[in-house]
């Protein structure tokens, strides 16, 4: 079994920053690319960022410039530094990593989700 938790989601105010971590843990022989997605209410759960095992990341157009993912892989965890926020980024986030388990299985596996409100 594999676990992602979720930690640093909260409230916020327009401008202002948030870092979420993400750590998997369980039956992992490696971690390949770990993501966030959010999703909010009414809407379809949106890609926001992507990081590979070598570092290599992709961003959706509407955060770029303000979020930052990164990835520590000795701690199989994956960040989301988040500046400049607005009420539109108000969503529950999710991480997602794509993981070979020990018994050489691949499957994607997805953190419980942690709201972020930006509001004033």
């Known amino acids: 079994q594999v676990q992602l938790v979720e930690s640093g989601g909260g409230l916020v105010q327009p401008g202002g920053s948030l870092r979420l971590s993400c750590q998997a843990s369980?039956?992992?022989?490696?971690?390949?690319?770990m993501a966030w997605f959010r999703q909010s209410p009414g809407k379809q759960r949106e890609l926001v960022a992507t990081?590979?095992?070598?570092?290599?990341?992709t961003y959706v157009d509407s955060v770029k410039g303000r979020f930052t993912i990164s990835r520590d892989n000795a701690l199989k965890s994956v960040f989301l530094q988040m500046n400049s926020l607005k009420p539109e980024d108000t969503a529950v986030y999710y991480c997602?990593?794509?993981?070979?388990?020990?018994?050489?299985?691949?499957?994607?596996?997805w953190g419980q989700g942690t709201q972020d409100t930006v509001s004033s």
């Open positions: 369980g039956s992992i022989f490696r971690i390949d690319t």
């Open positions: 997602k990593a794509t993981v070979l388990t020990t018994l050489r299985r691949p499957g994607d596996y």
């Open positions: 990081v590979t095992s070598g570092g290599s990341t």
